[in-house]
T-cell receptor
Framework: AQTVTQSQPEMSVQEAETVTLSCTYD???????LFWYKQPPSRQMILVIR??????QNATENRFSVNFQKAAKSFSLKISDSQLGDAAMYFC???????????FGGGTRLMVKP | DTGVSQDPRHKITKRGQNVTFRCDPI?????LYWYRQTLGQGPEFLTY????????KSRLLSDRFSAERPKGSFSTLEIQRTEQGDSAMYLC???????????????FGSGTQLSVL
């Protein structure tokens, strides 16, 4: 079984500042992928960033970057220069080819203050 | 093609009634997934298809839940004898490949919000 844990139910950041969302996971597989998804009030899940477990280099997508610590099974998301449109629920998720399913954490609600 | 489409967006039903939801994946996506999301929680995996074959269904919540993908294109999720606890958002997702790196990238629809009265 694989699990994903997000320990921060809510986070708040000032516009233009940087915020980091935490995620830890557990899996017995060696081949897996990690994701951050954003879910705005429209409820549609939007892929933010993806990390292959076999890659040591941390993934980046514009203002979004991750800190992937494989030994610690930690996968945090950093949002730089936060914008009002970043306000949403953020879900960390884990996929492995053995299970062929995406397992989600409980989510972190991000609020952005103007 | 603009993405994964789900119909209806909202469904209100009375307890005991049957409901069916439809999902149209992105064209040529071989894999199709169903998830359930209750308020304030992350999505919970239900089942998935590789083309028309349902490869995992042990996570379906009870025998009242069933899913089909008859021609490997659209899929339906049916809930029989609905209960109030079935009230949730039902999300569909599709992914493009049959195996190997990349097929884990899921594209989600906007979901069907079910309310059971």
């Amino acid at each position: 079984a694989q699990t994903v844990t997000q320990s921060q139910p809510e986070m708040s950041v000032q516009e233009a500042e940087t915020v980091t969302l935490s995620c830890t996971y557990d899996t017995s597989e060696s081949d897996y992928y990690l994701f951050w998804y954003k879910q705005p009030p429209s409820r549609q899940m939007i892929l933010v960033i993806r990390q292959e477990a076999y890659k040591q280099q941390n993934a980046t997508e514009n203002r979004f970057s991750v800190n992937f610590q494989k030994a610690a099974k930690s996968f945090s998301l950093k949002i730089s220069d936060s914008q009002l449109g970043d306000a949403a629920m953020y879900f960390c998720a884990l996929y492995n080819n053995a299970g062929n399913m995406l397992t989600f954490g409980g989510g972190t609600r991000l609020m952005v203050k103007p | 093609d603009t993405g994964v489409s789900q119909d209806p967006r909202h469904k209100i039903t009375k307890r005991g009634q049957n409901v069916t939801f439809r999902c149209d994946p992105i064209s040529e996506h071989n894999r199709l997934y169903w998830y359930r999301q209750t308020l304030g929680q992350g999505p919970e995996f239900l089942t998935y298809f590789q083309n028309e074959a349902q490869l995992e269904k042990s996570r379906l919540l009870s025998d009242r839940f069933s899913a089909e993908r008859p021609k490997g294109s659209f899929s339906t999720l049916e809930i029989q004898r609905t209960e109030q606890g079935d009230s949730a958002m039902y999300l569909c997702a599709s992914s493009p490949q049959t195996g190997g790196a990349g097929d884990e990238k899921l594209f989600f629809g906007s979901g069907t919000q079910l309310s059971v009265l």
